[in-house]
């Protein structure tokens, strides 16, 4: 009952975002959550990392996804990284009782051997440091994409089609806040891809 309650409270949230300009949604989320630092950086830091089985993992693969990115470094420990952790397990519950479902993805950067967090959900992917990264590394490459000093752990949003859209930062956001930014995201119309994107798409 409480989920079906939670469904209809976002959508109906969703509606009254839906009505403010897409290109309001940063400035609008902004205003409601003060975690939420807006980016719009459209080319991310690259992200090295491998999947479980030793591959290398490319974000690419999730370009029509939205990604949730996270990190959980070796000694952030509690109560920040487990703090956000337990945190973005309830954005996912929520996430995955509506139909954003099959449009978001969430990617977390664990050591080498952590193994992530357990869950038997489809849309949740952990992933480790190449050789010679660590997750902690990687965390401070993505947070140089912040204005905002001193505030850890950092949770990424990543638009469908690769642009960095926005941060979350600490522990203390509103679950709902992210729910209903993620729900934004999945709503507009993915970005036309630049010509650098194009080449490069050719490329890979």
Known sequence: ?????????????????????????????????????????????????????GEPFDLGRLSDQVVVLSFAPEGCGAPSCVAQQALLARVREAVNITPMRDLVTFVVVAEAGDGGENSTA??????????????????????????????????????????????FHGEEFGYVSMVLYINGLSNARPPEPGLLDRVLGLIR
């Open 1 to 53: 009952m409480r989920s079906v309650v939670f469904l209809t409270a976002v959508l109906l949230a969703g509606r009254a975002l839906a009505n403010h300009p897409e290109d309001r949604l940063d400035e609008v989320m902004a205003e409601k959550e003060p975690a939420f630092e807006a980016t719009d950086v459209r080319r991310p830091p690259d992200l090295d990392v491998v999947d479980g089985s």
């Open 122 to 167: 489809s849309n949740i992917i952990t992933v480790e440091p190449s050789k010679g990264a660590t997750a902690a590394s990687l965390a401070a490459r993505f947070a140089d994409l912040s204005s905002r000093e001193g505030i850890s752990p950092k949770a990424h949003v990543l638009d469908r089609g690769g642009r960095h859209a926005g941060i």
